[in-house]
């Protein structure tokens, strides 16, 4: 399952990639699909947890882990718009 998703996410960094995008751009995307990547490996390790507390606990920094990716993510877009670089 984690060859499949990590397979996934880089043919979709891929097509990103081809994408007439702004290197800010470009590497915004590249953190959202690391920390997706990272969270879908958490998630994974929490349906293997033997107990709840630990599969709750594993969910949960999936959960962060997106959200800091997310927030990172924007952050990279932001920074680009600021400087007058739009990613549009």
Same mark, same amino acid.
């Given at each position: ?30 953190? !959202? ?36 990716? !997310? ?18």
């Amino acid at each position: 399952m984690k060859l499949s998703t990590t397979l996934a996410v880089a043919l979709g960094v891929g097509a990103l990639a081809a994408c007439n995008n702004t290197p800010q751009e470009q590497a915004a995307d590249n953190i !959202e699909a690391n920390a997706e990547a990272t969270a879908d490996n958490l998630e994974e390790a929490a349906d293997n947890a033997t107990n709840e507390a630990t599969e709750d606990a594993l969910e949960n920094q999936a959960d962060a882990t997106r959200a800091a990716g !997310e927030n990172a993510a924007d952050a990279t877009r932001d920074g680009a718009d600021a400087d007058g670089n739009s990613a549009n």
